[in-house]
């Protein structure tokens, strides 16, 4: 079960969270995407940044004001990507300022006077989806998505519905949504986006057992599916609980690429499942400086497989998947 919507493989990567402003536009970012396209082989990616509310109840998101990167930055991040011959996901994300996870925004279900509102937040949202949908447009992204791990807000399938008519007016391309991991089956509005996508921070021992759960919603939705997010850190531990990036431990190559072996070949058994954009690649490097060169890449315990024994790995899937399934490759 293909759709060619996608045109191939998805061989990804999530490039330049959390766009910080200042540091997308500079010799440092342009050197960090150019690795990527590289070392890994990668046909897409990401392009992928956070504004700011105040609160998981809040209702006004602040996308114009710092950190957030400006739009001179995203257009820079965008012609970059192409220049180096990736197809563009463009993806603004909204955080909270406190550190409540996005996924908690949450407002009551009835309007109450004097509490904060759904209606108000989406009105925010909306302005915010928006301003970057008509840049997706203008800058030629394939691929925009409308919202990351928003566990709280799926219930609202209406406004759901009703943002992503008007992005559909400003915007000609391909549209998804990246709902959280275990969340596939709870999405009631798959059918008004283009592409299913899903955060798949699974367990190393679970792939088999939540393949077998998302699959009966692709083919009930008849949608192409990826995987929006997916990765794990190289920590000790983490294969376990992919999603904690906070996790102690100490750093460990041999889990994370044991990790990716174990995810890559419990997915290309599933012909629905399209690719990866895997999380993720900084837009620097080696900032801070002292955390580590390529040769210090070992004591390193994050996502980023730069210079990881997972490198090589996901550099062999994706080229035998795209040369197998379809999908230009990039041309660094």
């Known amino acids: 079960m293909r759709n060619n919507l996608?045109?191939?493989?998805?061989?990804?990567?999530?490039?330049?969270?959390?766009?910080?402003?200042?540091?997308?536009?500079?010799?440092e970012a342009g050197h960090s995407m150019e690795e990527m396209v590289t070392r890994l082989g990668v046909n897409w990616t990401a392009v992928t940044f956070a504004a700011l509310q105040d609160t998981a109840h809040s209702t006004e998101i602040h996308f114009a004001e710092e950190p957030t990167v400006t739009d001179e930055e995203v257009r820079h991040a965008i012609a970059s990507s192409k220049r180096l011959g990736l197809r563009v996901c463009l993806k603004p994300v909204?955080?909270?300022?406190?550190?409540?996870?996005?996924?908690?925004?949450?407002?009551?279900?009835?309007?109450?006077?004097?509490?904060?509102?759904?209606?108000?937040?989406?009105?925010?949202?909306?302005?915010?989806?928006?301003?970057?949908?008509?840049?997706?447009?203008?800058?030629?992204?394939?691929?925009?998505?409308?919202?990351?791990?928003?566990?709280?807000?799926?219930?609202?399938?209406?406004?759901?519905?009703?943002?992503?008519?008007?992005?559909?007016?400003?915007?000609?391309?391909?549209?998804?949504?990246?709902?959280?991991?275990?969340?596939?089956?709870?999405?009631?509005?798959?059918?008004?986006?283009?592409?299913?996508?899903?955060?798949?921070?699974?367990?190393?021992?679970?792939?088999?057992?939540?393949?077998?759960?998302?699959?009966?919603?692709?083919?009930?939705?008849?949608?192409?599916?990826?995987?929006?997010?997916?990765?794990?850190?190289?920590?000790?531990?983490?294969?376990?609980?992919?999603?904690?990036?906070?996790?102690?431990?100490?750093?460990?190559?041999?889990?994370q690429a044991a990790y990716y072996e174990r995810m890559f070949e419990a997915c290309a058994s599933r012909s629905w499942v399209g690719g990866f954009m895997l999380w993720d690649w900084p837009a620097a490097l080696y900032w801070p400086a002292a955390l580590y060169a390529p040769e210090d890449a070992a004591g390193n315990d994050d996502y980023c497989p730069y210079a990881k024994k997972a490198e090589s790995l996901i550099r062999d899937h994706y080229t035998a998947q795209i040369r197998e399934l379809g999908g230009l490759p990039a041309q660094p």
């Open 6 to 27: 996608l045109e191939g493989y998805i061989g990804g990567m999530t490039w330049g969270w959390t766009g910080i402003r200042g540091t997308w536009n500079t010799p």
């Open 94 to 255: 909204v955080n909270c300022a406190d550190g409540t996870w996005r996924a908690h925004i949450n407002f009551f279900d009835i309007d109450v006077p004097c509490e904060p509102k759904w209606s108000e937040w989406f009105d925010s949202y909306t302005r915010f989806m928006l301003h970057y949908a008509a840049m997706a447009e203008e800058t030629g992204c394939e691929m925009l998505c409308i919202g990351c791990e928003m566990v709280q807000t799926d219930r609202r399938e209406l406004e759901w519905r009703e943002l992503i008519r008007k992005v559909r007016q400003v915007y000609s391309g391909i549209i998804t949504y990246n709902c959280d991991k275990y969340q596939e089956d709870q999405v009631a509005w798959w059918d008004a986006v283009d592409v299913i996508s899903s955060s798949g921070y699974y367990p190393i021992d679970s792939w088999e057992e939540q393949l077998d759960r998302i699959e009966p919603v692709v083919r009930r939705y008849g949608k192409p599916f990826f995987f929006m997010e997916a990765g794990c850190p190289s920590r000790t531990g983490s294969s376990r609980i992919p999603n904690d990036w906070g996790l102690p431990g100490d750093p460990n190559e041999d889990e």
